[in-house]
């Protein structure tokens, strides 16, 4: 079932002498209930413009974005009534999302407090929520500043699931954070994604993450989304020159994975306020041709993946004897497997 529905959106930010950021270009796409759609993408490309668009916390400049049918915008955003507890965010850096003068029990239940739950109801879904979350209750009358920076992420997962919320978005939820807490938020996500049933929107640049957690990737580039599909095949079989670059610049801890792409990417980003005709990646691709400065319908290239781009056909063939998915899938297990211990080693041998 079709949970979020976004079609055409666009987000331009005006900067005076009748010119603007062009933030977010004619985006299409949807959250199925209970799966993980990751958009990815550089700095700068739009991936957190739009999931505050989907939330209402943005007037949208242009387009449509359904939340189980009904149109988001005006005022039916996250925190209209009829909406209120069922759409969450999780916040990039924990430490400032959370309030240091509030404890943490009374944080969690913030989202409860708005929709009327009495004291003893509100009482019982934060210590379900800390002990979903693995906080210990001992740190409900803790202050943030108290907790590390892995405990201070869970409390802001526990404040967004508490209500049983439908979609959580989720903007660079473990960038912050050290490996080993990193791989723990992951397998959190996860495990409450299998209880809840919550759908994810889940907005990174750390492609490792995506791939083990997301069900379906989009790649944006300056506002527009250039490659979609299942997170397998994408990382397996790459379409577009700009999804081919962010896979190869990934920097994995083991030597003997790194290839070399056989597509690199050069020069300079455009400027979003002065967007080239056509493809915005053309100035940087060693592809371009004349064709390029038209752009590129949208492509599809196997069922659920498309891609925007007048050669995928040759990036294809290119590609073809690099596998960016056993990198990934290697190497993410290789991180979240414990090492043998010396004496585990003593028994083996």
Same mark, same amino acid.
């Given at each position: 079932?079709?949970? %979020?529905?976004?079609?055409?959106?666009?987000?331009?930010?005006?900067?005076?002498?009748?010119?603007?950021?062009?933030?977010?270009?004619?985006?299409? /796409?949807?959250?199925? @209930? $209970?799966?993980?759609?990751?958009?990815?993408?550089?700095?700068?490309? $739009?991936?957190?413009?739009?999931?505050?668009?989907?939330?209402?916390?943005?007037?949208?400049?242009?387009?449509?974005?359904? /939340?189980?049918?009904?149109?988001? $915008?005006?005022?039916?955003?996250?925190?209209?009534?009829?909406? *209120?507890?069922?759409?969450?965010?999780?916040?990039?850096?924990?430490?400032?999302? =959370?309030?240091?003068?509030?404890?943490?029990?009374?944080?969690?239940?913030?989202?409860?407090?708005?929709?009327?739950?009495?004291?003893?109801?509100?009482?019982?879904?934060?210590? #379900?929520?800390?002990?979903?979350?693995?906080?210990?209750?001992?740190? #409900?009358?803790?202050?943030? @500043?108290? %907790?590390?920076?892995?405990?201070?992420?869970?409390?802001?997962?526990?404040?967004?699931?508490?209500?049983?919320?439908? !979609?959580?978005? #989720?903007?660079?939820?473990?960038?912050?954070?050290?490996?080993?807490?990193?791989?723990?938020?992951?397998?959190?996500?996860?495990?409450?994604?299998?209880?809840?049933?919550? @759908?994810?929107?889940?907005?990174?640049?750390? %492609?490792?993450?995506?791939?083990?957690?997301?069900?379906?990737?989009?790649?944006?580039?300056?506002?527009?989304?250039?490659?979609?599909?299942?997170?397998? &095949?994408?990382?397996?079989?790459?379409?577009?020159?700009?999804?081919?670059? =962010?896979?190869?610049?990934?920097?994995?801890?083991?030597? &003997? %994975?790194?290839?070399?792409?056989?597509?690199? !990417?050069?020069?300079?980003?455009?400027?979003?306020?002065?967007?080239?005709?056509?493809?915005?990646?053309?100035?940087?691709?060693?592809?371009?041709?004349?064709?390029?400065? &038209?752009?590129?319908?949208?492509?599809?290239?196997?069922?659920?993946?498309?891609?925007?781009?007048?050669?995928?056909?040759?990036?294809?063939?290119?590609?073809?004897?690099?596998?960016? /998915?056993?990198?990934?899938?290697?190497?993410?297990? *290789?991180?979240?497997?414990?090492?043998?211990?010396?004496?585990?080693?003593?028994?083996?041998?």
């Amino acid at each position: 079932m079709t949970l %979020l529905d976004v079609k055409n959106l666009v987000q331009h930010f005006p900067t005076g002498r009748g010119k603007a950021v062009q933030a977010v270009n004619g985006v299409d /796409f949807t959250v199925d @209930a $209970g799966e993980t759609l990751a958009l990815v993408g550089e700095s700068g490309s $739009g991936k957190t413009t739009i999931g505050r668009c989907v939330l209402g916390l943005i007037q949208p400049t242009g387009g449509s974005i359904l /939340f189980h049918g009904e149109p988001m $915008g005006g005022r039916r955003t996250l925190r209209s009534p009829e909406l *209120r507890g069922r759409m969450q965010l999780v916040f990039q850096e924990p430490a400032e999302s =959370l309030d240091p003068r509030i404890v943490v029990g009374r944080t969690i239940g913030e989202p409860m407090a708005a929709l009327g739950a009495s004291r003893a109801d509100r009482e019982k879904a934060v210590r #379900l929520a800390a002990q979903r979350v693995g906080l210990p209750e001992r740190l #409900l009358g803790s202050y943030p @500043a108290e %907790l590390s920076m892995g405990l201070q992420q869970r409390v802001g997962i526990a404040r967004a699931v508490v209500s049983r919320p439908e !979609l959580i978005v #989720l903007d660079e939820p473990t960038s912050a954070l050290d490996p080993s807490a990193r791989a723990e938020i992951i397998d959190l996500l996860i495990r409450l994604q299998k209880e809840l049933g919550t @759908a994810y929107l889940f907005i990174s640049h750390d %492609l490792s993450t995506v791939r083990y957690l997301s069900h379906r990737v989009a790649v944006l580039y300056l506002g527009s989304i250039v490659e979609q599909g299942p997170s397998a &095949e994408l990382f397996a079989a790459p379409r577009h020159p700009y999804s081919v670059g =962010l896979l190869a610049s990934v920097l994995l801890p083991n030597p &003997e %994975l790194r290839r070399e792409s056989t597509i690199r !990417l050069e020069g300079e980003i455009p400027s979003p306020i002065d967007l080239p005709p056509g493809c915005p990646l053309e100035g940087r691709c060693p592809l371009a041709i004349a064709r390029c400065r &038209e752009m590129p319908p949208v492509e599809t290239v196997s069922p659920g993946h498309t891609v925007r781009c007048w050669r995928h056909a040759d990036v294809a063939q290119m590609e073809q004897a690099v596998d960016y /998915f056993e990198r990934f899938q290697i190497e993410a297990e *290789r991180i979240l497997t414990p090492a043998p211990s010396k004496q585990e080693e003593q028994w083996a041998n």
